[in-house]
């Protein structure tokens, strides 16, 4: 049986490839994006119960404190009576 080989793959390669006069741009530690902009494709891989998820549980993130503060109250009615 043949071994199998994997590859990681970084994008198109014509944003990784360096030419002399376009170089590559450093990758930066933070971006900054609309919630709006990445939120359903992280709902999609929380349902798909992607294993990617896994890697980034114990990442810090940054949102506004008014968010934080609807999330809190969303989770306080959320629970269920007792």
Request: hydrophobic share 40%.
């Amino acid at each position: 049986m043949a071994a199998s080989r994997l590859r990681v793959f970084l994008g198109p390669e014509s944003e990784s490839v360096a030419t002399a006069t376009t170089p590559l741009k450093p990758i930066e530690d933070t971006v900054t994006v609309p919630l709006g902009e990445i939120l359903p494709t992280l709902m999609d891989a929380y349902e798909s119960r992607r294993i990617w998820l896994e890697d980034f549980e114990d990442d810090d993130i940054s949102i506004p404190s008014d968010l934080y503060e609807v999330i809190l109250a969303y989770q306080h009615y959320r629970r269920p009576s007792a």
